[in-house]
């Protein structure tokens, strides 16, 4: 990944961090969060992250918690048919 994907996955479990901790659930690691985002969008997804990065809490909700429940680490996969809202999608480039 480059610097600026770096810096976006970064960004982005950080603020998944501050979601989960307004919920009520303060003990989710960023650093794992960070693996999680990373592993989707090099192995399984590409995503758009400056646009993931900049969701509505909606949106942004919605990825960050299908990617945690559906991303399978050591098949490389999303499962149940799980696709993120910002998924590269071939014309949304």
Not at 39 to 62: G, I, M, T, Y
């Amino acid at each position: 990944m480059s610097l600026e994907e770096l810096r976006l996955v970064k960004q982005i479990a950080e603020r998944a961090a501050r979601l989960y901790t307004d919920l009520g659930m303060p003990d989710v690691n960023p650093v794992y969060i960070e693996a999680e985002i990373s592993a989707c969008h090099v192995h399984v997804c590409p995503l758009r992250l400056k646009e993931f990065a900049e969701a509505d809490d909606a949106n942004f909700s919605h990825d960050i918690g299908g990617i945690h429940r559906h991303l399978n680490m050591k098949k490389n996969m999303l499962e149940d048919c799980f696709l993120p809202r910002f998924a590269m999608i071939r014309g949304r480039e």
